[in-house]
């Protein structure tokens, strides 16, 4: 049951992906590359001081990269620059380790069955690498490699 849930909301953010386009006045952008399976993104950030007031990204991918994309800048948005970093950690704790997911998730937590699927956590995880490289590097490329 869970499971169908969690693949429902997958599919739903991977066919409609929320904030799916480029924002001219982000003043972060990082791009993000998975050469094992093909997916690209470019992450596009608004901070306010030290809060994320917008993110969106563009890019073409499979179902999982995109519905994660989808689902992080959703969840990112009003949150500060710590609690994104906090958030990507224990998203990639979720995938790694067999550790309960944490309620900080939210809705997150439907990537938790990715993590029997090694090839798909590089997927899974791109746009959070994406993520990370805007909030610490700014401008640069980052692949899962
Ligand atoms: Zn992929």
Redesign the pocket.
């Known amino acids: 049951m869970i499971d169908d849930l969690y693949q429902e909301t997958i599919l739903d953010h991977s066919k409609r992906p929320r904030n799916h386009h480029p924002m001219d006045d982000a003043n972060r952008r990082a791009e993000g590359y998975?050469p094992l399976?093909?997916?690209k993104l470019k992450l596009y950030l608004k901070l306010e001081g030290d809060i994320v007031r917008d993110a969106s990204f563009e890019g073409a991918?499979?179902a999982?990269?995109t519905a994660s994309a989808s689902l992080m800048t959703e969840s990112l948005k009003g949150k500060t620059r710590e609690e994104a970093l906090k958030l990507l950690d224990k998203f990639h704790e979720l995938l790694t380790t067999d550790t309960p997911a944490s309620h900080d998730l939210g809705k997150l937590v439907v990537f938790c069955g990715v993590r029997d699927y090694p090839a798909?956590v590089k997927?899974a995880t791109l746009a959070w690498h994406t993520l990370k490289s805007a909030l610490t590097n700014g401008d640069e490329t980052v692949t899962t490699e």
Do not use: L, M, P, V
């Open positions: 998975n399976c093909g997916d991918g499979c999982i990269s798909r997927c």
